[in-house]
């Protein structure tokens, strides 16, 4: 599919001419498409071997341990548990490039959180936010 420039997605859009912002996009995207194929050969593994493992689960001790050659795996009882939070209100940044719509796929939301005049969400080396509390 090819991308065409458009002048104006919306009424309230600005363009904001900044070559250092747009190349830390651009770099960010180039890394999300490389990145893709990995997280799906290691779901697929994932998933492999915990099917591979599962089938020796009887054979754990509820608290015990086996190993299988230099892995070991342990079993316990995950008791059940209510769950409930509060979020705090946040400003939400999405990033698609242009060309995506919404019908194809939802652009990456990053959530990060706003203190007044400055950003309060930290970003780790792998990407992940690291500087608010909260589910991740």
């Given at each position: 599919?090819?991308?065409?420039?458009?002048d104006?997605?919306?009424?309230?859009?600005?363009v904001?001419?900044?070559?250092?912002?747009?190349?830390?996009?651009?770099?960010?995207?180039?890394?999300?498409?490389?990145?893709?194929?990995?997280?799906?050969?290691?779901?697929?593994?994932h998933?492999?071997?915990?099917?591979?493992?599962?089938?020796?689960?009887?054979?754990?001790?509820?608290?015990?341990?086996?190993?299988?050659?230099?892995?070991?795996?342990?079993?316990?009882?995950?008791?059940?548990?209510?769950?409930?939070?509060e979020?705090?209100?946040?400003?939400?940044?999405?990033?698609?490039?242009?060309?995506?719509?919404?019908?194809?796929?939802?652009?990456?939301?990053?959530?990060?959180?706003?203190?007044?005049?400055?950003?309060?969400?930290?970003?780790?080396?792998?990407?992940?936010?690291?500087?608010?509390?909260?589910?991740h």
């Amino acid at each position: 599919m090819a991308i065409e420039a458009v002048d104006q997605l919306a009424m309230d859009e600005q363009v904001i001419e900044d070559a250092e912002a747009e190349e830390a996009l651009e770099e960010r995207h180039r890394r999300k498409v490389a990145l893709a194929p990995v997280r799906r050969a290691y779901k697929e593994a994932h998933e492999a071997a915990k099917f591979a493992v599962e089938r020796h689960a009887h054979e754990i001790a509820d608290g015990g341990a086996m190993r299988i050659g230099r892995f070991r795996v342990t079993k316990r009882v995950v008791d059940a548990r209510e769950v409930s939070f509060e979020t705090a209100e946040r400003t939400q940044l999405d990033f698609a490039t242009l060309g995506e719509s919404e019908d194809e796929e939802e652009p990456e939301q990053i959530a990060t959180r706003f203190a007044p005049k400055k950003v309060a969400a930290e970003v780790d080396g792998d990407g992940r936010s690291t500087g608010y509390s909260g589910v991740h």
